[in-house]
């Protein structure tokens, strides 16, 4: 993984800002329905299965009970698989709980385009049918090219279409959380 | 990759993106909706000019459970038998233009053939005469993996004996290019008829850049000894005219593989056969059916081996990477 | 009169090499001598060669021309022309026709359509046994005196012994030479490349080399029984050239030839299932290319012969297993070999006898190989340098089946006389028969 502190990345949102978000959204989910029977979390990979897994954690804190948690991977649900340069490895999907009847909160670390999470909605409703789908992420940064909606935000962060966000988690091998924008050369000079 | 007409030619990192691809395939086997859209609005063309259910059924299922719109052209019945020649059935599916096309064809190098003429499709070779089975090595290993899951190594650093034709099957050629590059050591066993001089150099296995070991044994207790895999391969009763083996009670009688000669020189190894079995011949009936037989494991894996490579192609093909084998 | 002036002759006959000019009269050469000494009479017909080489007509003793029966493949009009484009003066054509030349009356037939065709003269091989089917002896005093110049079952080789001793005393009677394909069918049989590491690796099932070689021992032991003349077609292997020098050192009548291409490729060509490789011999090793060559520099090999073997689209654009063997040669084999002589690996000299004097001594062809005077005017006359593609404009033959297709040529023919008559005059036909 490379280095954070180059030159041309700009941190958004440090460790501190990131876990106070996990904890305020994990409130916000506990608070829309206190019936957890059916409640299970599912997240993205990769980074919002880190995410998803440390909002299971926090519901434990909290209420002290083991909430399932299930993982998807999009790959095989991807609309622009032709597009992509990359040979793609695929990292499974598991789901381990009934998905029919059950409340959903899909996780993610970024919301964009929306596609991934259609894509993700598309896994999920084959292999069962939900009760209800919520969403959950890190950061929306706008330009939605679907009508989708997150239930749950960290934080907002508008941004240029071009630009790039990366979000570094310590479970996947970074020195600290962080959300870090990249800009280009012109920007970094100015 | 943009065909895969072999194993020979693939890199080690091509061969477990493969093989890694194939035990995520194998979950969506186990759903209830076993469907993923990955290949909707691609287009299959399963061409098997040699008869074959279970091979054809599997490479169908998986275009199937990936979305992908599959189309099934036997030999018989089809122009082939009216006498048009392989070039005039490359132009026909040239202009068809499918995203695969799956081949099974009794002359070598019939795959290969297709590929040049249709510049816009990926090639699967389905077995090309005695040339290679791709996708049987592949399932073949993934079969290994599973069962060696909880080995370090994974299926690295195993011996492995192949019994019997290796000459003639295309089977044990695309395995023994797995294994080598695996980094395995690789045991031919059978009678001198079916395992030629030139085998060593024919793989590479004597050059330095041979990650593995390949030895020939005509000696079919030397041959197993120790082994963690034992491959059985169908003896070819059609050969009976070329004079291969004198008699098949000659061959079974010290070739054939049984209980009590696994017990007693490989205790703890696993059987494998890529069928149809000739019972009773070249591996018994007890062998086959018993705790060491991963026979049944290998068919359900074709079918998950054929989606990751059916994906892997389909999606892989509009970057332009070079052909592999 | 046709005055020949300005090139370098190589008569190996003489083994004489260096600026002679040759002075031709009919159909006979009058005089050869030294640059400027022929006195020229006013009506001479002067041909400036400009530092081309002046050699015997050079003659391919193993062609197939396909007629009768395979005409879309061939004609004996478009072979002979192309030989003549090719640099020879002569083609002997063998006997697989449809009917197989086993009788006089197709004997004939060929040597009217050769007679006819404005090329290189045509001489037919008749059948060893009717029909090629290996079985009974063709009429062998009816073809001979048809025009047969020697028999040939090539195509296949003979597999019955007996039939091979049959045909070899008769061959001793008529003095002419047995010209074997020397292939144990038994140990070939679905064969399609080398039998070697290479056709294990490609899946592809062999013709070992001890098809031929095994076949090259028991014919060598049938021509020392029989004292009869043994020519053994397109020689592959090492061991075979070894056996053949054995046999020569032992004295007995035996002579061989090889094609060019068993001299420059080896079975790495077919590596990926590359049809327009795929013959009969196959294409071999490395060593066996060595060994060949230096066959063909100390006189083991006596001959080079293309083996000439056209073949439509149909059956080259296949499944390897099903198609169809061989290549064609005429019109590429000197331009190849001449790379063997750039490269040093073999001398002019040795190169033009064994394409003219070689051929022209094992067929009993009276009038060919020699630059003297009183003997046959059948020249030919080339320039080693001159650049060409060889593609499908070029190419006269009906067919284009050649591993060598659309690659530039070093060396052509260019000018071709046939009996005191020039038939290739700047690298093209010339005279009657030449159009469509």
Not at chain 2, 44 to 51: D, G, H, Q, T, Y
Not at chain 2, 121 to 144: I, R, S, W, Y
Not at chain 3, 308 to 327: R, S, T
Request: with cysteine.
């Amino acid at each position: 993984m490379p280095k954070a502190n180059q030159k041309n990345w700009k941190l958004v949102l440090d460790g501190e800002v990131i876990a106070r978000s996990i904890s305020r959204i994990t409130y916000e989910i506990l608070e829309k329905d206190r019936d957890l029977s059916r409640l299970a979390v599912v997240g993205i990979r990769t980074a919002g299965e880190v995410l998803g897994r440390r909002i299971c954690d926090r519901i434990a804190e909290i209420e002290n009970v083991r909430i399932p948690f299930g993982v998807i991977d999009i790959t095989l649900y991807r609309d622009d698989l032709s597009m992509s340069r990359a040979q793609p490895t695929l990292k499974g999907t598991e789901l381990p709980f009934a998905v029919t009847g059950a409340r959903i909160v899909l996780v993610d670390d970024v919301l964009f385009t929306g596609r991934t999470i259609r894509a993700a909605l598309d896994a999920i409703i084959d292999f069962g049918r939900p009760a209800r789908v919520e969403l959950a992420v890190l950061v929306d940064r706008g330009h939605r090219e679907l009508p989708i909606r997150a239930d749950y935000v960290g934080k907002n962060l508008p941004s240029e279409k071009h630009q790039a966000l990366r979000v570094r988690l310590k479970e996947l091998g970074a020195d600290e959380d962080g959300v870090y924008l990249v800009q280009s050369a012109k920007e970094v000079n100015k | 990759m943009k065909h895969l007409l072999g194993i020979e030619g693939l890199s080690r990192d091509e061969f477990y993106l493969l093989l890694d691809n194939s035990r995520e395939m194998v979950e969506i086997s186990r759903r209830d909706i076993k469907k993923v859209p990955a290949l909707r609005g691609k287009t299959v063309i399963n061409m098997f000019f040699e008869a074959s259910t279970r091979t054809r059924s599997s490479f169908e299922i998986a275009g199937k459970r990936l979305s992908a719109d599959v189309v099934n052209v036997s030999a018989t019945g089809s122009s082939v038998t009216k006498g048009e020649t392989l070039l005039d059935t490359a132009r026909t599916l040239s202009a068809m233009a499918p995203d695969v096309l799956v081949v099974r064809h009794s002359a070598s190098g019939a795959p290969a053939f297709l590929a040049r003429y249709l510049p816009d499709t990926a090639v699967v070779n389905a077995g090309d005469g005695l040339h290679e089975h791709p996708t049987q090595a592949l399932l073949d290993c993934l079969t290994l993996s599973e069962h060696f899951s909880a080995r370090s190594q994974g299926i690295e650093g195993l011996r492995l004996a192949i019994v019997g034709d290796v000459l003639h099957s295309r089977v044990a050629r695309s395995n023994i290019w797995a294994h080598l590059l695996l980094g395995n050591e690789v045991r031919l066993v059978g009678p001198p008829t079916f395992l030629p001089p030139e085998l060593k150099e024919a793989f590479g296995a004597d050059s330095s850049q041979c990650r593995g070991r390949l030895e020939v044994y005509y000696d079919l207790k030397s041959g197993i000894a120790g082994a963690d895999v034992v491959m059985c391969l169908r003896l070819q009763l059609e050969r009976q005219s070329q004079h291969f083996v004198p008699s098949l009670e000659e061959y079974s009688r010290e070739y054939g593989v049984s209980e009590k000669l696994l017990a007693r020189y490989a205790p703890n190894c696993v059987v494998l056969h890529p069928g149809p079995v000739n019972r009773g011949i070249e591996v018994s009936s007890e062998v086959l059916d018993g705790p060491r037989s991963l026979v049944s494991k290998q068919v359900s894996n074709g079918v998950a081996v054929r989606m990751a490579v059916l994906f892997l192609l389909a999606t892989g093909k509009d970057t332009g990477e070079t052909t592999i084998a | 009169m046709i005055l020949i002036k300005g090139g370098l002759l190589i008569d190996p006959a003489n083994n004489r090499m260096g600026a002679f000019d040759v002075l031709c009269e009919g159909t006979l050469i009058k005089e050869v001598a030294e640059r400027g000494r022929i006195s020229v009479p006013k009506e001479a017909q002067v041909v400036d060669v400009a530092g081309g080489w002046v050699v015997p007509g050079l003659v391919d003793m193993h062609v197939h021309l396909r007629e009768p029966g395979f005409e879309w493949k061939e004609t004996i009009k478009s072979g002979a022309q192309a030989a003549a484009l090719g640099g020879f003066a002569a083609v002997c054509c063998m006997a697989n026709t449809q009917p197989v030349n086993d009788c006089a009356e197709i004997t004939r037939f060929i040597l009217a359509k050769g007679a006819e065709a404005g090329g290189a003269a045509v001489y037919p091989l008749g059948a060893v046994t009717r029909g090629l089917k290996g079985k009974e002896l063709a009429p062998f005093l009816e073809l001979r005196q048809a025009g047969c110049v020697a028999f040939s079952d090539d195509g296949r080789g003979i597999t019955d012994a007996l039939i091979m001793r049959r045909a070899l005393e008769w061959c001793r009677m008529l003095d002419v030479p047995l010209c074997c394909h020397e292939e144990d069918e038994s140990l070939t049989q679905g064969g399609s490349m080398n039998e070697s590491e290479l056709s294990l690796k490609l899946g592809l099932r062999g013709l070992p080399a001890m098809a031929e070689e095994a076949m090259i021992a028991r014919d060598i032991e049938l021509a020392r029984a029989t004292c009869g003349r043994v020519h053994f077609c397109h020689v592959s292997t090492a061991r075979s050239v070894e056996l053949i020098r054995r046999a020569k050192q032992d004295g007995l009548k035996v002579t061989a030839e090889v094609t060019p291409h068993h001299l420059l490729l080896t079975e790495d060509r077919v590596a990926d299932y590359d049809t327009y490789a795929k013959m009969n011999p196959p294409l071999r090793k490395e060593k066996d290319c060595a060994a060949l060559i230096a066959g063909l520099r100390d006189g083991t090999i006596d001959a080079i012969a293309s083996d000439h073997a056209p073949h439509e689209n149909d059956v080259k654009e296949i499944e390897f297993e099903k198609a169809a063997f061989g290549l064609i040669g005429l019109e590429t084999s000197l331009p190849l070999m001449l790379n063997l002589v750039r490269e040093e690996k073999l001398s002019s000299m040795r190169l033009i006898e064994a394409m003219s004097l070689g051929p022209a001594r094992i067929m009993g062809l009276s009038g060919y190989g020699k630059l003297s005077k009183g003997e046959a005017a059948n020249i030919t006359v080339i320039h080693p340098q001159a650049e060409w593609i060889f593609d499908r404009l070029s190419n006269r033959s009906l067919s284009f089946n050649s591993p060598w297709l659309g690659e530039k040529m070093t060396g052509r023919a260019l000018l071709v006389m046939v009996r005191g008559r020039i038939v290739v005059q700047e690298g093209k036909l010339v005279g009657n028969g030449v159009s469509d």
